[in-house]
Nanobody, 125 residues
């Protein structure tokens, strides 16, 4: 699976962004998907995840209530809607694919088999 993120950019605090992740490969529907972010000098952190069959989602406390993850298996796409953006949301955002059948340990970056190159999100105050 190859992943490519898009939709990042420079926005002001309080704005919204919708990130997209396009996946290639016919088995996309079998992958659990995750969104992570990494700010300069910080470790990569889990933001949101969605199971392969779309019946479960999970969010980090830092974005809960402000973000929504979704996917369209027919289009091989995953989305991350982010609202009420804050300067501390500034980071490179990555989508990732996990090939395991079971929906578990989704916060762990090591769990994921494939990563996109990332898209920069910068939130000004």
């Amino acid at each position: 699976v190859q992943l490519v993120e898009s939709g990042g950019g420079l926005v002001q605090a309080g704005d919204s962004l919708r990130l997209s992740c396009a996946a290639s490969g016919r088995d996309f529907k079998n992958y659990n998907m995750g969104w992570f972010r990494q700010a300069p000098g910080k470790e990569r952190e889990f933001i949101a995840g969605i199971s392969w069959n779309v019946d479960r989602t999970a969010y980090a406390d830092s974005v809960k209530g402000r973000c929504s993850v979704s996917r369209d298996n027919a289009k091989n796409m995953v989305y991350l809607q982010m609202n009420s953006l804050k300067p501390e949301d500034t980071a490179v955002y990555y989508c990732a694919a996990d090939s395991e059948f079971f929906w578990r340990d989704y916060e762990r970056a090591q769990k994921y088999d494939y990563w996109g190159p990332g898209t920069q999100v910068t939130v000004s105050s």
